[in-house]
């Protein structure tokens, strides 16, 4: 599987790197480059499709899960795109976040379309305001709440569905390296409104519909092993350390609020 | 903040841009060696005994792997937290939380590998100016995307071992899961504070990196006073 050479900078002297690289440029080489631009991904995705076809096909299985993440990257697709379409929803400062989130989202449905092929299924039809529950692309603070519902949801949602995909390892690990970067989306949003990026015990200012966004993500006990007695750190921050998966049908109950069908 | 005024977080950001050019094993320095200079892999360094080998065909192996990753970032936030006093209060109380998490996640290996434990690992954090918010920043930045691209680079190890029987391994598959998202998070996090007006840092691009151990290690090593080799670490190999 071809890789991005990272090792592009190591023979010239920092200098000459200094003057052709801007840091930013460096940044971005350990940041994200090092195994992948959406080209790459998505010339994977077609290999890793035919290399299933000789043999035998891509499993059921990882087709079902493959399938699930394309409806969810298509919501959040769909989601950022009617969002920034929208005159004087997103403040004008925060606007280039949202591209930028809205971009990935992007990319990650051409990456999952390309992998699923002709398997691949239609967008469905949505309800960003779940039936009239949120005035969604009316309130920027409830565009970013359900933004926050969504990233969260996604980077679980994402993980649930590891055990699945054991036998596919390359699917596993292109799986998470989307994941990861559901889990970078969520964090910055939460910062949007004035919360840590990650999740604590208390989720203030959520309404009782997106608490099944959080279930579960207040365990102490990890695999068993009890962190409150192998670890001296605080209970918020023991919770904090972990974000727990979401299995398809707890994800569905969620998503499944703003899908029509 | 220009460069030439944080020499040493530009020479450690170097270092780590290259680091995978000096290979698995002989990369790195020992005890009484200069730290920090990686090793062109054209010229390899003085042969030396690993201190410590994460073999990869096992789930301990990888779990080890995590543990000193995640020994060497709860180090550094230990020491940020001591000695960096600056860049205002939510800044700080987000330093805390990251460095408190990356505790638990030390404490939480070590539990689970029990006697399968590998020792404690002694950092060299020379190239790190813990005065400066900059250098805090960029190393912060490092550690933690380096820390994404490990764990997601080692789901297939476990992944294969899970598809052995191998019973630890679909457990680990999980833990890692959960502790991946969290290190993506604070690579977020930090990534947002790098560089005002460069809007799209807290995700540089919509794909990480799944990255081999032994690129990894390589990046990690002038970090780490012991040498540290991989074995059966090719992502390729079965």
């Known amino acids: 599987m071809p890789r991005l050479n990272p090792n592009a900078l190591a023979n010239l002297e920092p200098e000459v790197v200094n003057q052709i690289a801007s840091r930013r440029d460096a940044l971005r080489r350990i940041g994200g480059t090092l195994a992948g631009a959406a080209g790459f991904s998505v010339a994977f995705a077609a290999a890793s499709r035919e290399a299933f076809a000789q043999s035998g096909g891509m499993p059921e299985q990882v087709v079902e899960v493959l399938q699930f993440a394309l409806t969810l990257e298509q919501l959040e697709a769909t989601f950022y795109s009617m969002g920034l379409d929208e005159e004087g929803l997103i403040p004008d400062d925060v606007r280039p976040v949202f591209e930028v989130i809205g971009g990935h989202e992007d990319e990650h449905v051409a990456f999952l379309e390309e992998a699923l092929g002709d398997d691949a299924g239609e967008a469905p039809e949505l309800d960003f305001t779940a039936g009239g529950m949120f005035d969604t692309f009316e309130s920027y603070d409830t565009f970013l709440l359900l933004a926050q519902a969504f990233e969260d949801t996604g980077q679980r949602a994402y993980r649930g569905q590891a055990p699945k995909l054991i036998e596919a390892p390359d699917v596993l690990e292109q799986a998470l390296t989307i994941h990861s970067v559901e889990a970078r989306h969520a964090a910055v949003v939460r910062t949007l409104r004035d919360l840590t990026g990650w999740i604590p015990l208390d989720q203030p200012g959520a309404p009782a519909a997106a608490a099944p966004v959080y279930a579960g993500m207040d365990l102490t006990e990890k695999y068993g092993v009890d962190l409150t007695e192998v670890s001296s750190i605080e209970e918020r921050q023991i919770t904090e350390a972990f974000d727990e998966p979401l299995d398809m049908e707890e994800v569905l109950a969620i998503a499944g609020q703003f899908i029509v069908s | ?238």
């Not at chain 2, 200079?37 to 690993?50: D, G, K, L, S, V």
């Open chain 2, 1 to 238: 903040m220009s460069f030439h005024t944080v020499p040493l977080g530009r020479r450690r950001f170097l270092a780590l841009s290259g680091a995978s050019a000096a290979g698995l094993i002989v990369a790195g320095c020992g005890e009484d060696e200069e730290p920090a200079q990686t090793t062109p892999a054209e010229e390899p360094a003085p042969e030396r005994m690993a201190d410590v080998t994460l073999d990869f065909a096992t789930t301990a192996g990888v779990l080890n792997y995590a543990y000193a990753l995640e020994q060497l970032e709860a180090a550094f936030y230990t020491q940020v937290n001591k000695e960096f006093e600056a860049g205002g209060e939510t800044f700080q109380a987000q330093l805390r939380d990251i460095g408190a998490h990356e505790q638990v996640h030390v404490d939480f290996l070590a539990a689970i590998l029990g006697d399968d434990a590998i020792p404690a690992l002694e950092p060299n954090f020379e190239m790190v100016d813990f005065a400066n918010r900059e250098s805090v920043l960029q190393t912060a930045f490092t550690f933690e995307n380096l820390g994404v691209g490990a764990y997601n680079g080692a789901a297939r190890f476990l992944a294969r071992l899970a598809s052995q029987d191998d019973e630890l391994a679909p457990t680990a598959l999980m833990a890692a899961g959960d502790i991946v998202a969290v290190e993506a998070r604070h690579a977020s996090v930090i990534g947002a504070q790098l560089e005002p007006g460069q809007d799209d840092m807290f995700a540089p691009n919509a794909f990480d990196p799944a990255m081999p151990p032994a690129e990894v290690v390589a990046a990690a090593q002038p970090f780490i006073v012991q040498r540290i080799a991989v074995t059966n670490a090719d992502p390729q190999g079965g």
